[in-house]
C-alpha cells in the first residue's frame, strides 16, 4: 500500500492527523499527563510514517476498525458508580469488555492497577459510521 493508497483509507491520512493533533496538544496544560499523551501519540504516527510501516499499520487499523465482529460483554452497568464499585471489588480481569451506561469500556492494568479504558462496542462503531 503506498502513502497515496493510505490517504484513501478514511482515519489514515498521516500528516493530516500530525497537524490535526497540534491545536489539542497546544491547549493543554505545559507537561500535563494529557499533553504527554498526545505528544506521544503524535511521535507514533511519526514513527508510523517514517520508517515505512504504512501498509502494516494501514492492515492494522482496518482489522481493528472492522464494525462486523463480535464482543463479549461480560458486565453491564447502568452508571460508572456501579462499575467502579465492581471494580474496586477485584472481580474485574485485565482485557474484560463491560457496558458503562450504553458505552463500551475494557478494564486494563496500568501501573498496577486495573482501569476502565474507553473502548467502544460495535454497536457503537456501526452507529458512529451511520451519522
Known sequence: M????????????????????????????????????LKLAQAALLYIR???KEAEFAR?????????????????FESRAEADQWLASGKARDS????IAGKGYMVVEAQ???????APLPEELKTDEAE
Open 2 to 37: 503506498s502513502r497515496d493508497d493510505m490517504a484513501n483509507t478514511p482515519g489514515l491520512d498521516l500528516d493530516s492527523m500530525l497537524l490535526a493533533l497540534n491545536p489539542f496538544i497546544d491547549s493543554q496544560e505545559e507537561g500535563s499527563k494529557e499533553q504527554e499523551a
Open 112 to 118: 498496577g492497577r486495573l482501569l476502565f479504558m474507553v
Open 50 to 52: 517514517d520508517s515505512a
Open 60 to 76: 492494522y487499523y482496518t482489522q481493528f476498525s472492522d464494525t462486523s465482529f463480535t464482543v463479549e460483554v461480560s458486565q453491564d
Open 96 to 99: 474484560e469488555r463491560v457496558r
